[in-house]
T-cell receptor
């Protein structure tokens, strides 16, 4: 079967760094996405990894290891506005997205 | 670029009535559109995938006669919830793929449906 696992909830402090992990088992792999979703809003695109390694984009970085079926999203210099759910999704062999349940990130002052 | 709109953003309807939700790609041609629903504190659940000019492909467990999807043009797809029940109350989100990217899905802002 197809499965995406990520922690349900994480808490971090403003200004700190947090890493959100995602492991996956899917039929086929055409890339892994990270999306940010604030409550009551649609997801917004953060990153896309299809090759192994680290992709850095400002305060956010995303890492992928295809052999391990593993990715993480790294958020640096956390701000209160980063409080949101972070969704991991894998594109399968048909480019259809398989979604994780999301990680709710709570930022404390 | 790559903007997707949805209309309405929220709607309240009575049980037994039908509601139509529109999804438009404003600045690109969407070869494929996706319809999701999301319950509170849950992840996105794909309902169906539609390609312009062809019938939608529904996910297992989604009633195609209840959730009618039409993808009449490369910029418009509609989802009609027929004979709505309170359990259909949810957040419905569309996304579109096309334009410059073969893989990225661009999401609409979502529609909050409440059935009373």
């Amino acid at each position: 079967g197809q499965n995406i696992d990520q922690p349900t909830e994480m808490t971090a402090t403003e200004g700190a760094i947090v890493q959100i992990n995602c492991t996956y088992q899917t039929s086929g792999f055409n890339g892994l996405f990270w999306y940010q979703q604030h409550a009551g809003e649609a997801p917004t695109f953060l990153s896309y990894n299809v090759l192994d390694g680290l992709e850095e984009k400002g305060r956010f970085s995303s890492f992928l290891s295809r052999s391990k079926g593993y990715s993480y999203l790294l958020l640096k210099e956390l701000q209160m506005k980063d409080s949101a759910s972070y969704l991991c999704a894998v594109a399968d062999s048909n480019y259809q997205l398989i979604w994780g349940a999301g990680t709710k990130l709570i930022i404390k002052p | 670029g790559a903007v997707v709109s949805q209309h309405p953003s929220w709607v309240i309807c009575k049980s037994g009535t039908s509601v139509k939700i529109e999804c438009r790609s404003l600045d690109f041609q969407a070869t494929t559109m996706f319809w999701y629903r999301q319950f509170p504190k849950k992840s996105l659940m794909l309902m169906a995938t539609s390609n312009e000019g062809s019938k939608a492909t529904y996910e297992q467990g989604v009633e195609k006669d209840k959730f009618l999807i039409n993808h009449a043009s490369l910029t418009l797809s509609t989802l009609t919830v027929t004979s709505a029940h309170p359990e259909d109350s949810s957040f419905y989100i569309c996304s579109a793929r096309g334009g410059d990217s073969d893989y990225e899905q661009y999401f609409g802002p979502g529609t909050r449906l409440t059935v009373t």
